[in-house]
């Protein structure tokens, strides 16, 4: 026994012995101290005049996709939306509760930037305001400090330990999913509270919450579907303004995807040529993490557990989307443009076109996002709201009237509150084959599907049923 006690310590002693092989980072060898965005800069300027350009940089763009763009490039800069409203009237800047906690840096905690609103003329200072590192660093962390002129800017939080720094700026990698969902999933105030299919749990989830992206399924990362060139990303959501690749259609169905006839059943290919495949394969969303469902901004909410106001926010979790035709065409709501309400009367934020004698719609999945702002009652244009000192004093009118006067320059506004409404594709969280919706969760009398709201006088199965 006493042998087998010295070889079982020879044994670990070996093992412990073993040096560990050191990580290696793409670019280790490349640099030796990270300065900011001009360190990427010596290599890397043309990649950088490219991204400039981009969405992801600029929040706006081509919109050819907008009916009513007019030819505009259109984007999160110069439209409003339902959740915090306007971006460039949001800026940057930390609101403070009495306590001191802080309530919020701003939108531009989601911009690829340093904290500098995006400029369309290119300079050497719009160019060093990119930050390189919150797409392609691992681990890359940052916040607000201020600068040596008193002024607000992003830094790494490693800022003043260069060191630790320059160790995380040598893993540059292609963006990977935890570096997209920091902000896809945070925007909109909370995690999954926008968009409602984008959850933080997809870069660590199972298959049966989406098959494309687990480890135990495909393993896909986001730039698998969503990467394009120069810094261009492939795909729109039905809700947004502006499109990074307009001549580029992100489908399930194209060649290098799933094609055109995805099933071994006929019946289901026909199917295809008319619904979405998400219509059968998400058959719902907000599955981990609720999502903002309605935000009435008329009704201010103090938050105890936050220490900050709020508008009146619902929350909402594993929800059957809502189901319409879209042939990839939306109408959008614009600032300074009268508001188009819908039958009901609300102002219509961004609605898919498309009806089922349209040979280019499908049946979509949507999340519908309902909300209350306030609208100019001389014009009736959609205000904004200025959201940051609202976080801390909770006083609406006020943010209602600095919106009023940065976005159209009136001074004494009336207003009135009206409800909005917003449709937002439902396009992640794909399940498994054996989870797919079957015939009557569709047809049938307890089915989900909207058939008159979609064109058909019944059920067209029933109306089939009837004919044999």
Avoid at 173 to 193: D, I, T, V
Avoid at 204 to 228: I, S
Wanted: glycine share 8%; charged share 25%.
């Amino acid at each position: 026994m006493r042998t087998n006690h010295i070889s079982t310590a020879l044994g670990c002693l070996m093992l412990c012995a073993i040096p560990t092989q050191a990580v290696e980072y793409a670019h280790q060898e490349y640099f030796e101290h990270y300065e900011g965005t001009k360190t990427c800069l010596e290599c890397h300027e043309e990649e950088a005049k490219t991204f400039f350009h981009s969405q992801h940089y600029q929040w706006r763009g081509e919109s050819p996709s907008i009916v009513n763009a007019d030819g505009k490039k259109l984007g999160k800069m110069n439209t409003i939306n339902d959740f915090c409203t306007s971006p460039r009237a949001n800026w940057i800047g930390v609101s403070t509760s009495p306590s001191g906690k802080v309530l919020s840096e701003g939108c531009s905690k989601c911009h690829a930037g340093f904290g500098l609103l995006p400029e369309e003329t290119m300079t050497d200072e719009q160019l060093e305001n990119i930050d390189c590192l919150i797409c392609h660093a691992s681990g890359y962390r940052r916040s607000l400090f201020e600068d040596e002129n008193g002024q607000l800017a992003r830094k790494p939080i490693l800022w003043k330990n260069q060191e630790g720094l320059d160790s995380v700026a040598k893993r540059i990698s292609l963006p990977k999913n935890a570096m997209c969902l920091r902000c896809h999933s945070a925007s909109g105030g909370g995690p999954n509270w926008k968009r409602g299919d984008i959850e933080y749990v997809l870069s660590e989830c199972d298959r049966d919450h989406d098959v494309h992206m687990a480890a135990d399924g495909a393993g896909m990362q986001c730039v698998d579907c969503h990467a394009g060139e120069d810094h261009r990303v492939r795909g729109r959501g039905v809700d947004l303004a502006a499109n990074d690749m307009p001549g580029v259609h992100l489908s399930c169905a194209t060649a290098d995807c799933h094609g055109p006839n995805p099933h071994g059943e006929p019946i289901l290919n026909s199917h295809a040529k008319k619904v979405d495949c998400t219509v059968c394969h998400v058959p719902r969303f907000a599955k981990v993490d609720p999502t903002d469902m309605f935000r009435d901004w008329s009704k201010p909410h103090y938050s105890d557990e936050l220490e900050k106001y709020e508008a009146t926010i619902v929350l909402a979790s594993n929800q059957v989307p809502t189901y319409a035709w879209f042939n990839g065409i939306t109408r959008a709501q614009l600032p300074g443009s009268p508001a188009q309400r819908n039958q009901d009367g609300q102002v219509e934020m961004m609605v898919p076109l498309g009806n089922r004698l349209d040979p280019a719609s499908k049946i979509h999945a949507f999340k519908v996002h309902r909300g209350r702002l306030p609208v100019l009652a001389e014009k009736d244009w959609i205000i904004p709201i200025v959201v940051e000192e609202f976080f801390a004093d909770g006083d609406i009118d006020k943010a209602v009237r600095n919106a009023a006067k940065e976005m159209y320059q009136v001074s004494d506004p009336k207003y009135v509150w009206n409800d909005t409404i917003r449709y937002m594709g439902i396009f992640h969280g794909v399940e498994p084959a054996a989870n797919a919706l079957d015939c009557l969760e569709c047809h049938g009398v307890a089915g989900r599907m909207p058939w008159k709201g979609l064109g058909y006088d019944e059920d067209p199965l029933a109306a089939l049923l009837k004919r044999k």
